[in-house]
T-cell receptor, first 110, second 114 residues
């Protein structure tokens, strides 16, 4: 089976940097992805790491270490609109469905 | 129009009633999924389909059934609704290239069973 662990809540100050960690256990691994969900909204895809290292997309970066079964999402220059829940997800071997973590609720404060 | 459309957006139904949630997509994706979201539990997979003739159970399929009427349509049914099926339901799609990460989600259906 597959399981993911991420913190349930994180609070950070506007303009700062925040890192949301994700550790996973999976019988097969086809990459770690990240989704953002605002309250009452649909999850939207943010980033994907298939290989070790850092992927950067604007203010957001995502990192993966396959040997450590660990990844993180880094949000820079935080804005109030970044307040949302963030989910990590893994794809398993031979299957094309994602297993999601329980989500991290990020609160950005002035 | 949205790429992935779910109807209804909100629904209140009584225990024991049969209810269908519908999902249609204009992205041309072959893969479609139904997820359930409960507070603090994240998104859990109910059923998924890789094409019209392919239906697979997910993590929490008991009490649910699905129908893939066409490549663009995937419906979820609750045969006899019960209160613990009260949740936010999401339909999602992906294609063969981004099938393992780049899902597109619908806006969700908030279902309340009383």
């Amino acid at each position: 089976g597959q399981s993911l662990e991420q913190p349930s809540e994180v609070t950070a100050v506007e303009g700062a940097i925040v890192q949301i960690n994700c550790t996973y256990q999976t019988s097969g691994f086809y990459g770690l992805s990240w989704y953002q969900q605002h309250d009452g909204g649909a999850p939207t895809f943010l980033s994907y790491n298939a290989l070790d290292g850092l992927e950067e997309t604007g203010r957001f970066s995502s990192f993966l270490s396959r040997s450590d079964s660990y990844g993180y999402l880094l949000l820079q220059e935080l804005q109030m609109k970044d307040s949302a829940s963030y989910f990590c997800a893994v794809g398993g071997a031979g299957s094309y469905q994602l297993t999601f973590g329980k989500g991290t609720k990020l609160s950005v404060i002035p | 129009d949205a790429d992935v459309t779910q109807t209804p957006r909100n629904r209140i139904t009584k225990t024991g009633k049969r209810i269908m949630l519908e999902c249609s997509q204009t992205k041309g994706h072959d893969r479609m999924y139904w997820y359930r979201q409960d507070p603090g539990l994240g998104l859990r997979l109910i059923y998924y389909s890789f094409d019209v003739k392919d239906i697979n159970k997910g993590e929490i399929s008991d009490g649910y059934s699905v129908s893939r009427q066409a490549q663009a349509k995937f419906s979820l049914s609750l045969e006899s609704a019960i209160p613990n099926q009260t949740a936010l339901y999401f339909c999602a799609t992906s294609d063969s290239l981004s099938g393992n990460y780049g899902y597109t989600f619908g806006s969700g259906t908030r279902l309340t069973v009383v």
